[in-house]
């Protein structure tokens, strides 16, 4: 298929390793490329490819070669990582003024290695990438384009690599662009965006054709909603047979609004967050129940929260909440202490079905899943909050995420119902929070100063800790 360029989407990072005085610096660039033929069946639809460009200047080099990989590649990368990654070619110049050449690489997913001609040359790699959110329904979904970091990394890079800058270019009418990262300024002349510094690679980019896409406002003295409902009729190829989605309609957009002003209203009660906040939720869900998906990140200041459905569940049961809720936990420790899943995503989800049910629902619901935890779970998923590294979900239903959004979240409702129940325990975590934002840190060691200062023993504590570190 003969395709003409789009550029959609650009986006250039300066990475630097410094190792024994030994550089690396890469550009990557990436673009999104739109068809101009289209078959008749899916004549609403546009084809999607994705195109990476990776450029590493090398200095003083003295190893013989270089080895660039995947830092979290997606679970089904390894069974097809030629739908992930191809066209993959390597190419080598001395300098700038110089033409390309093509060297021999090594491929063995997720690993690209290649040997180094000269100590200081330039390399680059080329390929076409298929993000996962693409392959959800087999046909490319052009209005929902997401390079999503938690998916897997979407370029090869080195364990000390980290990302220096960072510059978007977007169209400036016509799409809508949703990026996670906290320290932006933002030129809406230009629509370029500057990232003054960041050292992790994770960096998730969500792009929507506006034209697919009804957006509905509701302005708060608190908050800004804005969501953009799905709003054209889409055909789906699934279990060997077409099926035709529509658009919802405008009562159940009104009941999905309503849904999120009354979340709004109990986060607005319960949390002391003065500052405005943004939540802007993009509703791609297609009429149907395979999965419940759902993610959202915060741009800009910390001051907007975006979040994205990809299926019709997300509507469902507490899913919504949680995702918007993580807007307002906000403080959290750092990433490699212990306690950030406890605290990012167990206290998350204890809160989104807490703040919205009476305590005998709350049971009922905590206490299924922890049904569903102790029928899925393996022992080499382990069973300790604390000692998790990595939010997953495998196929056969195991993995840390039983933990993280099922047990965890249990033993904090059981430590409610030995302190007096669900009201106590949440007056007392409304404390907690309160204190968070005062002292603009959030650890264990502040949760349990908090807990035992309302008037919870040390052996009701240690008994919560208990629960937490071991399996029952």
């Known amino acids: 298929m003969k395709a003409k360029i789009l550029l959609l989407l650009l ?11 030994q550089t690396i610096t890469s550009d990557i660039t990436v673009c999104f490329y739109e068809s101009d033929t289209l078959t008749p069946l899916f004549a609403n639809q546009d084809s999607i490819h994705v195109s990476v460009e990776e450029i590493l200047s090398i200095s003083d080099w003295s190893w013989d070669s270089i080895e660039l990989s995947l830092e979290k590649p997606h679970w089904l990368a390894p069974l097809m990582p030629h739908m992930f990654f191809s066209d993959i070619q390597v190419f080598t110049r001395k300098s700038s003024k110089d033409n390309w050449e093509q060297i021999h690489y090594e491929y063995l997913f997720p690993r690209i290695k290649f040997i180094v001609p000269t100590p200081n040359c330039h390399i680059k790699i080329t390929y076409s990438h298929l993000p996962y959110s693409m392959m959800l329904h087999w046909y490319n979904l052009p209005h929902f384009n997401a390079i999503l970091n938690s998916d897997g990394e979407w370029y090869f890079t080195h364990p ?19 990026l996670n990262k906290p320290s932006l300024s933002i030129n809406s002349n230009t629509n370029q965006i500057n990232l003054s510094k960041s050292e992790e690679n994770d960096i998730s980019v969500i792009l929507i054709k506006n034209h697919w896409y009804q957006k509905q406002g509701y302005s708060h003295e608190r908050y800004q909603l804005n969501l953009f409902h799905w709003d054209s009729t889409y055909y789906l190829y699934a279990n060997d047979t077409i099926r035709m989605h529509v658009p919802i309609s405008k009562t159940t957009m009104g009941n999905r609004m309503e849904k999120i002003k009354m979340t709004m209203m109990r986060y607005c009660n319960f949390f002391p967050k003065q500052k405005f906040l943004t939540i802007n939720i993009v509703d791609n869900c297609l009429e149907t129940n395979d999965i419940i998906w ?5 741009e800009e200041n910390w001051d907007t929260i975006s979040v994205f459905f990809e299926t019709n569940t997300g509507w469902y049961g507490n899913v919504a909440q949680h995702e918007i809720l993580h807007g307002y936990l906000d403080i959290l420790p750092p990433k490699d202490d212990s306690a950030y899943f406890l605290f990012c995503e167990s206290l998350t989800e204890y809160l989104s079905v807490a703040l919205f049910n ?43 995420a ?11 409702h059981k430590l409610g119902m030995l302190i007096g129940g669900q009201e106590r325990l949440l007056q007392i975590l409304k404390q907690f929070y309160a204190e968070v934002y005062r002292q603009e840190k959030c650890s264990f060691p502040l949760l349990k100063e908090v807990f035992l200062s309302n008037g919870v023993t040390e052996e009701q504590w240690n008994s919560f800790v208990y629960y937490l570190s071991h399996n029952y």
């Open 294 to 298: 759902g993610c959202a990140f915060q």
């Open 358 to 400: 009476t305590q005998d629902v709350s049971d009922s619901i905590f206490s299924s899943r922890y049904t569903h935890y102790v029928d899925n779970r393996k022992e080499s998923d382990g069973e300790n909050i604390f000692h998790i590294h990595a939010d997953f979900m495998r196929r056969d239903f195991s993995g840390t």
């Open 402 to 412: 039983l933990i993280i959004y099922q047990k965890t979240p249990l033993v904090i």
């Open 160 to 178: 000390l690599m980290y990302v220096k800058s960072i510059q978007i270019s977007a169209p400036s009418t016509g799409y809508t662009l949703f």
């Open 11 to 21: 986006l250039v990072t300066d990475i630097i390793i410094e190792v024994n005085a």
